[in-house]
């Protein structure tokens, strides 16, 4: 790029052909590629792996603590590189917060297309991310960087949790009411923004809660019935709830109206602002719910980027979840209920 370039005229979006974690492989062809572990070593130590596709994995250090250990990075989701690697940053970190645990250090993975676009958004970039990393309370300590042919950032986190309070994507029980910390529609939102079609409120609700943390989670996973916790991103709501489903061996049933969106989400559908993540989604696991409209599949569907966790709390849990969201100034309705797994063909009822 010339030197004499206007940068603030520099759109990030124009330079990726996906946007944030909407550019995930989908779950489906994931699964082919992944396939099943062969040859792999049985370490005693390591509580969590990929067996569930869980958050992040855990390494038991023999002390009642366990070190947590997450990679997430993506293409540009927004223009403003600084607001990217900030998103970017606190998409990642979110994998800890998920697994009830309090980050401690993060490494940065960086890409960029030196021959198109300039060092100085690239310093902007991981400007971001560090900011991230303060809000955190931990320091960017380092990375690694390749040319490539699109931007790319996100972080490499390591985390700690006392083993007590460790929460995974499999301990949701019959009976467990299911909450979202974050209102659905990122990828829509994103969508409408890149077609040029969002107001600037509606786009500025979406960035101001994709540079929110998921910092409550490691509050909210010091509650005994709080029995499962998983970040929602870019599978979507009915993907990552799927995946709480099979791995705890459960089903589940949830109400579409009492879903949180975000503001005129269905203008939006309604103008064609639907990511193509979205059908790969229901390609991928639309046969394990029930039949569902065209609206419930985009909402259900949508890829997100630093989303809301998904959490399953018990009965008897209740009354102390919602005083600690309150005493956070959150207050969250439940989206359903966790139920028996009466068919392997229907795990989710969409209601």
């Not at 697994?99 to 030196?114: D, E, Q, S, V």
């Not at 690239?122 to 303060?134: D, L, Q």
């Amino acid at each position: 790029m010339n030197s004499k370039t206007d940068i603030s005229s520099v759109r990030l979006t124009e330079y990726s052909h996906g946007a944030g974690c909407g550019c995930k492989i989908s779950p489906k062809l994931l699964n082919e590629i992944l396939g099943q572990a062969q040859d792999q070593i049985i370490d005693s130590s390591l509580i969590v792996g990929n067996e569930s596709r869980d958050d992040a994995a855990v390494y038991d250090l023999g002390d009642g603590r366990a070190l947590i250990s997450t990679t997430d990075f993506f293409m540009p989701i927004v223009d403003d590189p600084y607001t990217f690697g900030m998103i970017s940053g606190c998409n990642a970190l979110s994998d800890i917060y998920a697994m009830g645990g309090k980050p401690l250090m993060a490494i940065a993975i960086f890409g960029w297309p030196i021959d198109k676009l300039p060092a100085e958004i690239g310093a902007k970039v991981i400007e971001g991310g560090r900011a991230a990393c303060t809000k955190a309370g931990i320091s960017l300590a380092g990375g690694h960087s390749i040319d490539s042919p699109e931007p790319i950032f996100g972080l490499s986190v390591s985390g700690i949790v006392k083993i007590e309070h460790l929460k995974r994507n499999t301990g949701a029980q019959i009976g467990d009411s299911i909450f979202l910390t974050k209102p659905l529609g990122l990828g829509i939102l994103s969508t409408a923004q890149i077609q040029k079609k969002v107001t600037s409120n509606d786009y500025k609700q979406a960035v101001e809660q994709m540079c929110q943390l998921n910092d409550i989670g490691s509050k909210i996973a010091k509650i005994p019935g709080v029995n499962a916790i998983t970040d929602v991103t870019g599978f979507g709501l009915a993907g990552h709830l799927l995946e709480v489903c099979q791995g705890s061996k459960v089903g589940a049933t949830v109400c579409f109206n009492d879903l949180p969106l975000l503001s005129n989400i269905y203008s939006y559908i309604d103008k064609g602002c639907v990511p193509g993540g979205t059908q790969r989604n229901y390609d991928s696991y639309g046969h394990f719910f029930n039949k569902l409209t065209i609206l419930q599949n985009t909402v259900l569907c949508d890829p997100q980027t630093s989303g809301g966790l998904l959490v399953t709390v018990s009965d008897e849990s209740l009354v102390d979840f919602h005083e600690l969201l309150k005493s956070h100034q959150i207050n969250l309705r439940s989206i359903g209920k966790i139920t028996e797994l009466n068919s392997t063909k229907e795990v989710v009822h969409i209601e």
